[in-house]
Nanobody
């Protein structure tokens, strides 16, 4: 089992920044690729970004590429999502997830463990 706890969400004005953190405990964190997903009210969960176990490979949704950066610190068992130039359409609950595959996936079904999520609200 891997337990994941997100933090760092909040209310921010459009154009602002937030950094989300996801702290992992349980099994060896560096064995897992990690991903961030988000879900807005009335919408399906969507892929945001993912990172391989060693941080070499990163993938982003087109809607966030160039604005968001995913990173990880295996010594701290933590994955981060730096979000810049935030837009109202980025408003959602953001969740991190752990994937036992070598190459991080984009589909929620590929992930084995999930955090509870943290709310991000971007005002216009």
């Amino acid at each position: 089992q891997v337990q994941l706890v997100e933090s760092g969400g909040g209310l921010v004005q459009a154009g602002g920044s937030l950094r989300l953190s996801c702290a992992a405990s349980g099994r060896t964190f560096s064995n897992y690729a990690m991903g961030w997903f988000r879900q807005a009210p009335g919408k399906e969960r969507e892929f945001v970004a993912s990172i391989s176990w060693n941080g070499v490979l990163t993938y982003y949704a087109a809607s966030v590429k160039g604005r968001f950066t995913i990173s990880r610190d295996n010594a701290e068992n933590t994955v981060y999502l730096q979000m810049n130039s935030l837009k109202p359409e980025d408003t959602a609950v953001y969740s991190c997830a752990a994937d036992g595959a070598v190459v991080p996936g984009r589909g929620p079904d590929e992930y084995d463990y999930w955090g509870q999520g943290t709310q991000v609200t971007v005002s216009s």
